[in-house]
């Protein structure tokens, strides 16, 4: 199934204003994700070590980071070992046309695969059933999300967008399930059954990987479904796609990523399914794709480099107060929210200039994340490469010159001022107009004093 | 002790309130304290929209004012993080670098520098205290909700020692308001849901005034009350400690 109807909307804030036009369901989602960062503090809040558990998890990937190569090596030459193939892609065409071969290779018409970002980033759905491969997403999330067409607004929950009774419809349209049903346990019902034989009847099971191990060549694939199992486990042939960076050098740090990863993400303390994979089974193949797509180029930006970091928890995402009231889909990338704000301009600068600025830098998002990445900071740092690109409105970009000049010359500065307060008062209507003003579409201006501060100062304070 | 005062240019436009109880409290305290008259801004609203690249000018002017003070003191923690994370002078910078290490936003100024245990003021309301990020996050005036560690609060402790004012709790003590700079108008729909879902949560807990550490926040708040028709007020903290209302 293609999820080529949708098109993304291609600005943050044009995309927040129609997500905006329904407030109550605004609300709906904001408590939705609100509830789930509350479960993340409570989770977190119950392990005394948490704050160094983030920081030895930092420092790990600080060591992954500095020395990629290395370990990628390490783990292909032990992955090999185990009788695993490994395939190295430069890119989402490479990692898509490689996927393809084995498929290909095996004559294999339909398959199942589990969740996996990196496939999203590739957009491989769409690669695959343009080749007339049937792809059958089974994680529940992504199954709804393809059902419906879209893209997930989510990287661990990706149909948080959706309410039940959306999904009752989709079941009810392409699973037969009873119309206007939207009892969550009877439409996972269908879903299991649905899937079930998804599973059984496939040859093939992709799945992503959340840590692959250097010293051992194999990988941890976590979901609370169980999905990526069912699908490898009957599949003949497994292939697992990752990005180079979800590297760790040695098994016995799955004990800090594992403790973090979860409680991040849900508030669970672990996820439900933490499978390692090392070889095929005798009557099996297994192939895992490492894909850089971008991520060398990112390793060598000073100020982002640490962005590899990520494990995908979505902390971040719960905790992004705009996230929360404009939606996954505002962000028209494969990932949303803060992380996906400082991934995507490295992928394409110009078409996601406008991410870095949809933040108040707050920097929540820096807060919770396990493996401290400093978002906000990057947020701010695109902001700069971003406007010297000049991949800002023009109007934006003369406007700050403007103010720029006004704030460097303190006379032009009081005159702006007083001029402008002046106007103010004689015209307070004139700062409301909402066309001109975005500011009084929603929210007062602020009344204007008769002096400033500093008019007052020189008539009672200053010394002679 | 002398300290210069830094009044962020929109309070000394908009709100010379502020301002003024800013320095009384100062003065009350014992503090010598001086305002450059040239002073303007401090350039955040451009850094912030990507064009720090524009601000030289600013950044210079800005170490010209304030270069000599003991300590520099400003009613704002954004603007107190911004110069402290980005002050910048090419001809100048050991300069920038000691204004830096020397600017204390106001309530870390009183509780840190001065270690104020008492004042004299009393403000009998219902008080909702609104946690500006920058302040919080960046200067780490409170704990921040986020992180696995004690709880503490220099605005909260200074508001303690205010006579018969009554703090309320909030559902989400530290979460954005959504003003953000220039956030505020180019990202409207989403800055104004912020700060409608902020101002209700103070609401809903009988606040009848709503203060905080940082005008910009209060403005946008204060927009939204106003035009709901709410008869909450906004005031800044240092309103409140200054005792004066």
């Not at chain 2, 919080?136 to 986020?146: F, P, T, Y």
């Amino acid at each position: 199934m293609s999820s080529s109807t949708y098109i993304a909307p291609t600005d943050h804030a044009k995309a927040a204003d129609k997500f905006m036009e329904d407030e109550e369901r605004v609300n709906w989602h904001d408590k939705a994700l609100w509830f789930i960062r509350e479960k993340r503090d409570v989770a977190s809040k119950q392990l005394p070590e948490w704050e160094l558990l983030r920081e030895t998890a930092s420092q790990i990937k600080q060591n992954v980071l500095a020395n990629l190569d290395t370990y990628l090596e390490q783990f292909e030459q032990n992955a090999k070992q185990n009788g695993i193939t490994v395939h190295w892609a430069a890119d989402a065409a490479e990692h898509n046309r490689i996927v393809l071969d084995i498929i290909n290779k095996h004559g294999i018409q339909k398959l199942v695969k589990s969740k996996s970002m990196l496939t999203e980033e590739c957009h491989l759905n769409d690669y695959l059933a343009d080749n007339g491969i049937d792809v059958v997403d089974t994680d529940l999330g992504e199954r709804v999300v393809q059902l419906a067409q879209e893209p997930p607004s989510h990287i661990v929950l990706p149909c948080i967008h959706k309410r039940k009774e959306e999904v009752g419809e989709l079941f009810h349209k392409h699973l037969g399930t009873e119309k206007g049903a939207s009892d969550p346990a009877y439409l996972t019902e269908a879903a299991r059954q649905h899937l079930r034989e998804k599973f059984l009847t496939s040859d093939l099971a992709i799945t992503g990987v959340n840590f692959a191990i250097a010293e051992t060549g194999g990988f941890v694939v976590c979901t609370n479904e169980g999905n990526a199992d069912m699908g490898a486990h009957l599949a003949k042939v497994h292939i697992a796609c990752m990005g180079i960076e979800k590297i760790i050098p040695k098994a016995e740090n799955l004990s800090v990523f594992l403790r973090l990863l979860a409680r991040s993400a849900t508030g669970q303390p672990i996820t439900t399914y933490s499978s390692h994979f090392h070889r095929p089974r005798p009557d099996q193949e297994m192939h895992i794709v490492l894909v850089d797509n971008g991520r060398s180029i990112q390793l060598g930006r000073k100020d982002f480099y640490n962005s590899l970091k990520c494990i995908r928890c979505g902390a971040c995402i719960n905790t992004c107060p705009v996230y929360r009231r404009s939606g996954g889909h505002s962000y028209h990338y494969a990932i949303s929210g803060p992380i996906g704000a400082i991934l995507a301009p490295n992928m394409d600068m110009k078409k996601n200039a406008d991410l870095p600025f949809a933040s108040t830098l707050c920097g929540s998002c820096t807060n919770v994340c396990p493996v401290k990445i400093d978002i906000h900071n990057q947020l701010y740092q695109w902001r700069q490469i971003i406007a010297k690109e000049g991949y800002v409105p023009a109007t934006k970009a003369q406007g700050m010159k403007v103010m720029a000049n006004v704030m460097a010359n303190p006379t032009l500065f009081r005159v702006a001022g007083k001029s402008g307060r002046f106007m103010m008062r004689l015209a307070p209507g004139l700062a409301s107009i909402k066309a001109v003003n975005p500011w009084a579409k929603q929210r007062d201006m602020p009344e204007a004093p008769k002096e400033s501060f500093r008019d007052w100062y020189i008539k009672n304070k200053k010394k002679s | 002790m002398k300290v210069g005062l830094f009044i962020p240019c929109y309070i000394d436009q908009f709100y010379p309130q502020v301002a003024v109880a800013t320095l009384q409290l100062l003065e009350k305290l014992g503090v010598d304290v001086d305002y450059p008259l040239q002073q303007t801004c401090c350039g955040q609203p451009m850094a912030n929209s990507g064009f720090s690249h524009y601000t030289q000018g600013c950044d210079s002017l800005f170490v010209k004012n304030f270069t000599g003070y003991d300590y520099i003191v400003a009613p704002s923690g954004s603007c107190v993080l911004h110069i402290k994370d980005h002050l910048h002078d090419d001809k100048n910078q050991a300069a920038a670098d000691q204004i830096r290490s020397r600017i204390y936003e106001l309530c870390e100024f009183l509780t840190d520098v001065l270690q104020v245990k008492e004042l004299q003021a009393s403000f009998p309301h219902k008080v909702g205290f609104h946690v500006s990020c920058h302040g919080q996050r960046g200067l780490h005036l409170s704990q921040m909700s986020e992180l696995n560690a004690e709880d503490f609060s220099k605005p909260g402790f200074l508001l303690s020692l205010v006579k018969d004012i009554e703090l309320v709790q909030l559902n989400r003590k530290d979460e954005c308001c959504g003003f953000g700079g220039t956030f505020c108008v180019s990202e409207e729909a989403v800055s104004v849901k912020m700060g409608k879902d902020r101002v209700q949560d103070h609401l809903e807990h009988g606040a009848d005034y709503i203060t905080g550490g940082d005008v910009s926040c209060l403005m946008h708040m204060e927009g939204i009350l106003k035009r709901q028709k709410s008869g909450v007020k906004v005031l800044h903290i240092a309103e409140i400690l200054n005792g004066q209302l």
